[in-house]
């Protein structure tokens, strides 16, 4: 059987533990290798490979903390990646550096 990958976040004030909804499109949990950075008070899940089919994907789920719900962003522009770098300027932008296209070629591009 598949044990799939999950996201559990802390919460230091109460010390309590909790187990996040999985993505919309995932069920069986996070895209192998994903990137992940904190934008505001959300946190945007992009990439990474379907853990069922290995494809190497460009989509971008957020997660609004204030809301508790997942919702779907525009896919990575450039096409697929993998092994990429990513940041956020804390407030809406996301910055993706290098990676890896399809046929494992590595980006040089920002």
């Given at each position: 059987m598949f044990r799939c990958t999950r996201l559990i976040v802390?919460?230091?004030e109460t010390g309590?533990?909790?187990e996040m909804p999985c993505l919309p499109e995932?069920?069986?949990g996070l895209s192998l290798f994903c990137g992940m950075v904190a934008v505001?008070?959300?946190l945007v899940v992009m990439g990474g490979y379907d853990p069922r089919t290995w494809d190497c994907l460009n989509?971008?789920?957020?997660?609004d903390f204030l809301s508790s719900?997942?919702?779907r962003g525009a896919d990575m522009p450039g096409g697929p990646r993998?092994?990429?770098g990513c940041a956020s300027d804390g407030?809406?932008?996301v910055f993706v550096a290098g990676g890896h296209d399809l046929e494992k070629n590595a980006f040089k591009s920002v």
């Open positions: 802390f919460e230091p309590s533990w909790s995932f069920e069986n505001g008070s959300d989509s971008v789920f957020i997660f719900k997942w919702r993998s092994f990429f407030d809406r932008t």
